[in-house]
Every structure is written in structure tokens, then in C-alpha cells.
């Protein structure tokens, strides 16, 4: 009878460990679809050699598949912007309540900003990767065989600092005639 009760009990035990084992697991793996990136981030624009306007701040990047979001907080820690893209919709919100909406996040940044970022590319750039439609120029790899630096689209891009998740920092630069603009995000976490 000891003997059975025993049995019994650890049966009881092994399947509140197993339940327990893939909730854990169930939650790891909702966890693992979304990617987290936090930083500062600087953007400069500059004609010839003077500095026209510089923007700092520090940024968050949530990407959970189907979507990502963006947000730009100021030094201060007030939010200036947010992106919001979905696979047919991107809504950027401003702090002051102007909206701009659009079907396609590149476009939409820059309709906003005035210059084209490649918002698509630059989620999976975070990633440390390339996206199929992506074809680099001048590309160069570190020890590693991970992305460095190439070219895309007039778009001088540095990756570097690499973690387990993807590079800790991304250097874009474009220049044009006179004009010059640098957008620097250093991931914290």
C-alpha cells in the first residue's frame, strides 16, 4: 500500500513537473518571436562642412513578426516619435498629434523626413542580416563572417559590436552634392 501511494505520488509529481516544464516553455517560445532592441540613437545632417540640424535621443524596436514598432524619445526622455508597420500599413504619430500614414514604411519615412530610409531593410539589418530584395555593394565581412559594411541604395552602412541577437551598432550615412546626413543607433540591451 506504502509503496503504491509512493508510486502514486511521484506520478502526480512527474506530471505537475512536465506541465510545468511547457508552460515555461510555451512562454519561451512566445518570448523568442519578439525581438527587443533599446539604444541612442543620432542623426546629423550637415551642408558642406556645417552642421544644419542634430537630433539625439534614445530609441526602442520591438519587432513581433507580423509587426514592428519604433519609437524616438528626445534627451529628455519625452517620446517624439512613433512607428507603428504592419505588412500593408505604417502610421508614424508625432508628439505634437500630427499622424502620416502610408502603405509602405519607406515611404513613409521619407515622406516625414524628406530623405529615404529604408526602414524594411534597417529591421532586419538589426537582425544582422539581409532581406532578399537587398543587394549590398562593396560588401565586407568581420572575422566572423557577419555584415561590416556595404552600400545600398547611395546608403553607406557600418555594422558593428555584434551580440547573440545582431550588431550594437549601425552607422548610416548618405551624401549627396553638398549635403551629408548621419543617422548612428547604439543598442543597449
Not at 70 to 93: I, M, Q, T
Request: proline share 3%.
Amino acid at each position: 500500500m506504502l509503496s503504491r501511494l509512493f508510486y502514486a505520488s511521484n506520478f502526480v509529481f512527474l506530471i505537475a513537473l512536465c506541465l510545468l516544464s511547457n508552460s515555461c516553455i510555451h512562454k519561451n517560445l512566445i518570448n523568442d518571436r519578439i525581438f527587443e532592441r533599446t539604444g541612442s540613437f543620432y542623426i546629423v545632417e550637415k551642408d558642406d562642412s556645417r552642421i544644419l540640424r542634430a537630433f539625439q535621443g534614445t530609441f526602442f524596436w520591438n519587432d513581433y513578426g507580423e509587426y514592428y514598432e519604433l519609437g524616438l524619445s528626445n534627451f529628455f526622455g519625452k517620446r517624439e516619435v512613433y512607428l507603428k508597420v504592419s505588412p500593408d500599413n505604417a502610421l508614424l504619430r508625432t508628439a505634437d498629434g500630427f499622424y502620416l500614414q502610408s502603405l509602405d514604411a519607406d515611404d513613409l519615412a521619407s515622406q516625414f523626413l524628406g530623405y529615404k530610409i529604408p526602414m524594411n531593410s534597417l529591421r532586419i539589418w538589426l537582425k544582422g542580416s539581409f532581406i532578399c530584395n537587398d543587394i549590398p555593394e562593396k560588401l565586407l565581412t568581420d572575422k566572423f563572417n557577419k555584415p561590416s559594411s556595404f552600400i545600398l541604395s547611395d546608403l553607406d552602412v557600418k555594422l558593428s559590436s555584434y551580440d547573440i541577437f545582431g550588431p550594437r551598432k549601425i552607422i548610416m550615412q548618405k551624401t549627396q552634392e553638398n549635403n551629408s546626413i548621419t543617422i548612428k543607433l547604439i543598442v543597449k540591451n
